[in-house]
Nanobody, 115 residues
Framework: QVQLVQSGGGEVQPGGSLRLSCKAS????????MKWYRQVPGKEREFVAT????????RVADSVKGRFSISRDNLQSTVYLQMNSLKPEDTATYYC????????WGQGTQVTVSS
C-alpha cells in the first residue's frame, strides 16, 4: 500500500527557510509524479508544487513562485519542498501526495511562520 512519511517543518521567523521531506513506499516511486499541497483550518487544500517522475516538468503555485522549489531523489524515493523567504501567510499544514491520486497523502507537517 502507498505510504508517505513526511519530515521537516516547524516554526520559523519571516524570511527564514525550511525543507520538507516525504519518503514514499508501496509503489514505484520513479514512475510517478509527486505533489505538495497545503491547508489552513477552514479552507480547502491548496496546490503548492508538483514534479514529474523524471523531473522534466515542474510547476509551483504563483503564490510561492521564486521562493519554493520542489525536487526529488528517485534512489531514495523521496520528494522535497525547499521553502525560502517564508511569509506568515505560508503558515499551514503541508501534505505530500502522488500526482493523480487524491486518496493517499502524507501525515501532514505543520509549518508556522511567525515573529
Amino acid at each position: 500500500q502507498v505510504q508517505l512519511v513526511q519530515s521537516g517543518g516547524g516554526e520559523v521567523q519571516p524570511g527564514g527557510s525550511l525543507r520538507l521531506s516525504c519518503k514514499a513506499s508501496g509503489f514505484t516511486f520513479s514512475s510517478k509524479g509527486m505533489k505538495w499541497y497545503r491547508q489552513v483550518p477552514g479552507k480547502e487544500r491548496e496546490f503548492v508544487a508538483t514534479i514529474s517522475a523524471h523531473e522534466d516538468f515542474v510547476r509551483v503555485a504563483d503564490s510561492v513562485k521564486g521562493r519554493f522549489s520542489i525536487s526529488r531523489d528517485n534512489l531514495q524515493s523521496t520528494v522535497y519542498l525547499q521553502m525560502n523567504s517564508l511569509k506568515p501567510e505560508d503558515t499551514a499544514t503541508y501534505y505530500c501526495g502522488v500526482w493523480g491520486d487524491d486518496e493517499n497523502w502524507g501525515q501532514g507537517t505543520q509549518v508556522t511562520v511567525s515573529s
